[in-house]
């Protein structure tokens, strides 16, 4: 703001005074209307009456002289003869009030052009005449209002003041009212157990709510009094909270399970036992329990009865307890027999509950009946030194840990042709085995698919390795699919001899 220097007017009455040795008339005034005002200014016309005095001949002093601005003046003289008196006067005059020419603050606004706390308000002013001497500074603090006004005035040096000017204030020092919602009831019983948002919305009265904080999302921790909090803020800047406190339960009961009884045998139970279900629950409580399970099986080592609870807040838990079970005997899996040379050889799946294995054959050993011919745990048994084409029994009683048993039974007969076993699948390079025949030095396989008869060899031992191409009878033959049928027989002598035993045994396979 630019202020106007003024040129300062003084009173001034001058009288010169006559030459030496003469007096000269004396010329005096009186103010007989007119407004003081400060610093020696008059805020008005000023009039006079002046006064002539003495031995006057002549005088251009008028009697009386009004003053309208500080750019009027007076000169006039006296004489008596012999002096001349010279007399001058002119007064500082400011009649016009200054101008408030602007405002300023102490403080940019707080918030969006609001004020939220007190601020000063200092006016400034112009006056061309006597300039200014000061101007009201003024403190707002309220009331809350957009539409606010503070009045300030200025004064010049002559003492006038300025019409009241006023400076628009937006003004809000309340804080918005926040509230905190929940986007749903409570699950069960008062309760949250599932992470629940909460929105916050604010009212303003003055300045309007600029924003409220974003949803929040609570998902624990576990608690009766979980609190939500959020705060909006209004467009003077004034913020204000609010907190939304609710229960929190989103673990679900302890629960522990009971058997009625302890097991019937080394750990295991055989026949039907309850389980019976309860819990605890620190924080919501707890609602109600699974009634009683009766368990009657599967049979199995690691079999598990489970149960639930529900606290009040709707959580479940499971409870378990574990247990073996077996009603049953250990059923042998997988039983199998493969004949060998002489030879049968039982297989089976092993239960993991069973303790042991015990197979009886029929016809038994020498002249027996039956005989008992394995105890043990393992998951096979070769039984040697067997008859040729004798049907044998097998009676396989497997016991478990709890003493329950099973019996499973199946029948082999030993082949002179024992590989591959008849009917199986075989493919080149499979063994053709049979059982070895006394005195003989060399054998005579024959091979016939269908009723074509494709192959005859020579071999020493008592296996041939199944070829893929061969030449018989002039022609190349080749494996292919199809079901073939094979037969032995022992040479006897010199090969030249052409002499051949009893035929040892036929058998077939498949190949493809």
Known sequence: MRRVALAVVVVLAVVVAPSAGAAGPVISYTITAGTAG???????????????????TNSD????KTFSSSGDTLNCSATDGQATTQFSLQFKIDTDAPTVTSASVDRQPDSNGWYNHPVTITFVGS???????SCTSASYSGPDSATATVGGTCTDKAGNTSSAAAFAVKYDSTPPTVTATAARPPDSAGWYSRAVQFTFAGSDATSGVASCTAPVSYAGP???SASADGSCTDQAGNKSSA???????????????MLARKPDAKGWYTRPVVARFSGTDALSGLATCEAAKTFK?????????????????????????????????????????AVG???????????????SVQIVRRPGRGKARSSVVYRGKAASFRDRALRVGTLYHYTLTSRDIAGNTSVTSLTATPRALYAPSAGTRARAGALLAWVATPGARYYNVQLFRGTQKVLSMWPVGATLRLPRRWHYAGKT???????????????????????????????????G
């Open 38 to 56: 400060g610093n020696g200014w008059y805020r008005s016309a000023v009039t006079v009456k002046l006064d002539v005095t003495g031995n006057v």
């Open 61 to 64: 002093c008028p009697l009386v």
């Open 127 to 133: 006056d061309a005449t006597s300039g200014i001497a």
């Open 222 to 224: 576990d608690s009766a």
């Open 243 to 257: 907190s939304s406190t609710f229960r929190y339960d989103a673990t679900g009961p302890k629960v522990t399970v």
């Open 297 to 337: 099986g599967p049979d199995g080592p690691q079999d598990r009865v489970t149960g639930t609870c529900r606290d009040k807040a709707g959580n479940t838990s499971s409870g378990s307890v574990d247990l073996h079970y077996d009603s049953a005997g250990p059923k042998l899996s997988r039983l199998a027999a």
């Open 341 to 355: 040379n002489q030879s049968v050889t039982l297989s089976w799946r092993r239960p993991t509950d069973l303790t």
């Open 477 to 511: 033959f080749t494996l292919k699919r199809g079901t073939y049928h094979w037969y032995v027989w022992p040479g006897l002598g010199a090969r030249s001899e052409s002499r051949y035993g009893k035929l040892i045994g036929g058998s077939f396979f498949v190949v």
